[in-house]
C-alpha cells in the first residue's frame, strides 16, 4: 500500500465543517430537554457530514455510500439497543410495583 495522499485544503474545510457543526449542536439553545440518543446522533452526524464533504470533494462517492451505510446500521443498533432495554426496564418496574403491599 502506498503513501497516503490528501488535499490538504479540502482535509481543512471538512474538518472545520466538522467542528462548527459540533459547537452549534453543543451550544444551541434547543427548547426541550435532549435526550442523549439525540446528542449521539447529532454528534456522529456531524462528523458523517464532514466526511462527506471531503469524500464528494475527491470524487469518493463510494466511500460516502459505504460509510453512511454502516453509519445507518450502526445507529439503528443502538437505537434498537435503547428501545430494548427501555422495554425491559418498563417490565421491571412493572413487576417491583406488583410485589409492593398496597396501602389499602
Not at 456531524?46 to 464533504?53: D, Q, S, V
Not at 462517492?61 to 459505504?66: D, K, S
Not at 450502526?74 to 437505537?79: E, K, T, Y
Request: net charge neutral; hydrophobic share 50%.
Amino acid at each position: 500500500m502506498g503513501p497516503m495522499n490528501f488535499d490538504t485544503n479540502w482535509l481543512l474545510v471538512s474538518i472545520a465543517i466538522t467542528v462548527l457543526l459540533l459547537w452549534v449542536e453543543h451550544w444551541f439553545p434547543y427548547p426541550f430537554k435532549r435526550h442523549q440518543l439525540f446528542n449521539y446522533s447529532a454528534g456522529v452526524t456531524a462528523i458523517l457530514i464532514g466526511i462527506t464533504a471531503y469524500c464528494a470533494s475527491q470524487n469518493m462517492e463510494t466511500n460516502i455510500v459505504i460509510v453512511w451505510i454502516f453509519s445507518l446500521s450502526g445507529g439503528a443498533a443502538v437505537g434498537l439497543a435503547y428501545l430494548i432495554d427501555w422495554a425491559l426496564n418498563a417490565v421491571l418496574r412493572r413487576n417491583d410495583e406488583s410485589k409492593r403491599p398496597s396501602n389499602d
